[in-house]
C-alpha cells in the first residue's frame, strides 16, 4: 500500500467510529483501528498522530475556510451576520458525511477526553472568526464576542443537523438557531429594560412616600403638633 492512498484517513476514520462506538473510546487501540482499515500501525502514525485526532479529521482546514469566507461577506454585512454567513457557506461542505456526524457527535459526548479536544478546535476557529472580523475593521470586544456566539451557535446547528439524520441541511438548522438566539437575547434584555423600569417606579413610589413623611412632618410643625405619633 502505498504511503499516502488516497481514501486512507477516510477508512481510518470509519473504522475509529465503528470501534469507538462498538466498544467505546477507551476501551479501543491505535492498533485496532488501523488493523480494522487495512493496514499497519506504523501507517496509522502517517496520518493522524494520536487515537483522538482521528475523529477530527479535516477540522485543521476549517479555520482558513472559515477566516477567507467572513473576509468575503458582504461588507455591509454585521459582525454576527459575517460570521455566521462564513459558517453556512462552510458547513455546508459537510452535508456529505451527515451520517457519520451524527456517530462522532455521540463518541465525542461519552468521552471527556474527547470533549476538551473539540473544545481545543472550537477555540482555534473562535480566534480565526475573529481575526477575520478585525480586519474587516470590527472593534476587538465586538469581534471577540460575535465569534463566540457564531461558534456557539453553529455547534448547536450541527448537533440539530446530525440529529435529523438529513431530514434537513446545516443552513436551515443555523437559520433556525439564529432565530432562537433573537429570540433568547430579545426577552433577556426586554426583561432588564422591565426590571429597570420596575426599580425606577419603586424608586419614585419610596422617593414619593419620603416625600409625603417629610410634607406631614413639616404640616404638624406648622400646626404646633410635637410630632407624629403611631396609633
Given at each position: 500500500?502505498?504511503?499516502?492512498?488516497?481514501?486512507?484517513?477516510?477508512?481510518?476514520?470509519?473504522?475509529?467510529?465503528?470501534?469507538?462506538?462498538?466498544?467505546?473510546?477507551?476501551?479501543?487501540?491505535?492498533?485496532?483501528?488501523?488493523?480494522?482499515?487495512?493496514?499497519?500501525?506504523?501507517?496509522?502514525?502517517?496520518?493522524?498522530?494520536?487515537?483522538?485526532?482521528v475523529?477530527?479529521?479535516?477540522?485543521?482546514?476549517?479555520?482558513?475556510?472559515?477566516?477567507?469566507?467572513?473576509?468575503?461577506?458582504?461588507?455591509?454585512?454585521?459582525?454576527?451576520?459575517?460570521?455566521?454567513?462564513?459558517?453556512?457557506?462552510?458547513?455546508?461542505?459537510?452535508?456529505?458525511?451527515i451520517?457519520?456526524?451524527?456517530?462522532?457527535?455521540?463518541?465525542?459526548?461519552?468521552?471527556?477526553?474527547?470533549?476538551?479536544?473539540?473544545?481545543?478546535?472550537?477555540?482555534?476557529?473562535?480566534?480565526?472568526?475573529?481575526?477575520?472580523?478585525?480586519?474587516?475593521?470590527?472593534?476587538?470586544?465586538?469581534?471577540?464576542?460575535a465569534?463566540?456566539?457564531?461558534t456557539?451557535?453553529?455547534?448547536?446547528?450541527?448537533?440539530?443537523?446530525?440529529?435529523?439524520?438529513?431530514?434537513?441541511?446545516?443552513?436551515?438548522?443555523?437559520?433556525?438557531?439564529?432565530?432562537?438566539?433573537?429570540?433568547?437575547?430579545?426577552?433577556g434584555?426586554?426583561?432588564?429594560q422591565?426590571?429597570?423600569?420596575?426599580?425606577?417606579?419603586?424608586?419614585?413610589?419610596?422617593?414619593?412616600?419620603?416625600?409625603?413623611?417629610?410634607?406631614?412632618?413639616?404640616?404638624?410643625?406648622?400646626?404646633?403638633?410635637?410630632?407624629?405619633?403611631?396609633?
Amino acid at each position: 500500500m502505498a504511503r499516502w492512498d488516497p481514501g486512507t484517513a477516510e477508512r481510518l476514520t470509519q473504522a475509529a467510529l465503528e470501534l469507538y462506538t462498538e466498544h467505546g473510546y477507551d476501551n479501543v487501540t491505535v492498533t485496532q483501528i488501523a488493523e480494522r482499515a487495512g493496514i499497519t500501525r506504523r501507517s496509522y502514525f502517517r496520518y493522524f498522530p494520536d487515537k483522538r485526532e482521528v475523529l477530527f479529521a479535516g477540522s485543521e482546514r476549517l479555520p482558513a475556510a472559515v477566516r477567507a469566507a467572513v473576509l468575503d461577506a458582504d461588507p455591509a454585512a454585521s459582525p454576527l451576520s459575517a460570521a455566521l454567513a462564513a459558517l453556512t457557506q462552510v458547513g455546508a461542505a459537510l452535508a456529505e458525511h451527515i451520517d457519520r456526524t451524527a456517530e462522532r457527535r455521540a463518541v465525542i459526548d461519552s468521552s471527556p477526553e474527547l470533549q476538551e479536544r473539540e473544545r481545543t478546535k472550537l477555540a482555534v476557529l473562535t480566534n480565526a472568526i475573529q481575526d477575520a472580523l478585525l480586519q474587516r475593521g470590527v472593534d476587538d470586544d465586538n469581534a471577540k464576542l460575535a465569534a463566540q456566539i457564531a461558534t456557539i451557535a453553529s455547534q448547536n446547528a450541527l448537533d440539530r443537523w446530525a440529529e435529523a439524520h438529513g431530514e434537513t441541511d446545516f443552513a436551515t438548522c443555523l437559520n433556525a438557531v439564529t432565530v432562537s438566539l433573537r429570540d433568547v437575547l430579545t426577552e433577556g434584555i426586554d426583561r432588564r429594560q422591565g426590571e429597570s423600569c420596575c426599580a425606577r417606579g419603586a424608586e419614585r413610589a419610596a422617593n414619593g412616600c419620603q416625600r409625603a413623611i417629610v410634607d406631614t412632618c413639616e404640616l404638624a410643625t406648622q400646626r404646633g403638633e410635637g410630632g407624629l405619633s403611631l396609633p
